[in-house]
Every structure is written in structure tokens, then in C-alpha cells.
């Protein structure tokens, strides 16, 4: 696909979801990602890296949508659990599990089990619930069938990320419960 085509096609899919177009750009997305949405202050851009040509149609428009999507900061932020009740939820499990830590002159290790308790419990939820509020979004405005085609072939072909990518994968749900939710047969 072209860089004009591509920009056709993410503006088309932005009036679709009702938002202002991210800007698209050939580059190097993190090494096993066909494209991807980096956030530049205010501004969203989407990435489109070498690979993502040689994607079945479905799958381009799939990852587009997704990109689209996720570019909308206040509707993402506003679904799934909301982030005060996760922060105040993270705090309570941290000092809860500090108590179990022997006293000291120092508050430094219950602050350390706070924040750890915090990043383990509430990102991992938060991340849950903001893919399936995502793919919710993207298969009300493109489609279940569309949506439900794009992750039966993530599970086919499973994207090799590294780094923090891939365990930012291995935190989400996997691609084959976020296809059941999306089953033509569940909708």
C-alpha cells in the first residue's frame, strides 16, 4: 500500500470512529511489528514499517483500526477500570503486603512493595481492559467478522516481538480469548 493510500485509509477510518487523524509515516516499528502507535506529546502518530505489506488485506485494515483507535486518549482512558480505583486498590495490596516486611528506620522497602505491588496488580488490568475495550470498539465500528478474521491470524502467526513488547504481550490476553470474545457465533 502506498503512503497515500495508507493516509486515505486511516482519515476514512478516523471519521469512522469520530476523532482527528494521527499522522502516518514509514519506519521501523520495534522488530516483530508490522505498525504501530507511538504517542509524540499531544499529537499520535502511526508508524508503518516493511513487513506490513505482505499482510493479508484484513489484517492491514484490522492493525489500522486498532492504531485509529488507540490514538482517541480520553475514550481509551474513560473504558475499562478505572485508573483511581486501580491506584487506590495497588496502594491498599502494598501496604498490606509491607506489613509482612520486618520493621525498620527505613519506609523505603514498604514504598518499594507499594510501587511493585502497584505496577504488578493495576498495569497488567488496566492493559486487559483497555485491549478488550479496544476490540469492542474497533469490531462496533469495522465489523466482529473483520476483527475475529485479524486475530485468528495473530494466533496463527504470532508476532516475535523483544523487549518490553514482548512482555507487554505476555500480559495481555491472548490472541485466541480476545478471537473467542469476537466470535462470529457470540455476536
Known amino acids: 500500500m502506498s503512503m497515500d493510500e495508507l493516509r486515505l485509509r486511516v482519515?476514512?477510518?478516523s471519521q469512522r470512529f469520530g476523532i482527528n487523524p494521527p499522522d502516518v509515516v514509514h519506519g521501523e516499528p520495534p522488530q516483530g511489528a508490522d505498525?504501530?502507535?507511538k504517542r509524540r506529546g499531544k499529537n499520535s502518530l502511526?508508524?508503518?514499517?516493511?513487513s506490513f505489506d505482505t499482510l493479508p488485506?484484513?489484517?492491514?485494515?484490522?492493525?489500522?483500526?486498532?492504531?485509529v483507535a488507540a490514538s482517541d486518549r480520553t475514550r481509551v482512558r474513560k473504558e475499562g477500570v478505572s485508573t483511581t480505583a486501580l491506584l487506590g486498590f495497588g496502594v491498599a495490596a502494598g501496604l498490606v503486603t509491607s506489613q509482612s516486611i520486618p520493621p525498620s528506620s527505613s519506609p523505603?522497602?514498604?514504598?518499594?512493595t507499594v510501587l511493585i505491588c502497584l505496577i504488578m496488580i493495576g498495569m497488567p488490568i488496566i492493559m486487559?481492559?483497555?485491549i478488550y475495550a479496544l476490540d469492542r470498539r474497533v469490531a462496533a465500528v469495522c465489523g466482529k467478522e473483520m476483527l475475529h478474521r485479524a486475530l485468528t491470524y495473530w494466533q496463527e502467526h504470532p508476532p516475535r516481538m523483544r523487549g518490553i513488547y514482548r512482555l507487554v504481550l505476555k500480559v495481555q490476553p491472548s490472541m485466541a480469548k480476545r478471537a473467542?470474545?469476537?466470535?462470529p457465533s457470540n455476536m
Open 11 to 13: 482519515e476514512e477510518l
Open 35 to 37: 505498525c504501530i502507535l
Open 46 to 50: 502511526i508508524v508503518i514499517g516493511a
Open 57 to 67: 488485506r484484513q489484517v492491514q485494515d484490522a492493525d489500522l483500526a486498532w492504531a
Open 108 to 112: 523505603i522497602p514498604a514504598t518499594v
Open 128 to 130: 486487559r481492559q483497555q
Open 180 to 183: 473467542a470474545r469476537m466470535a
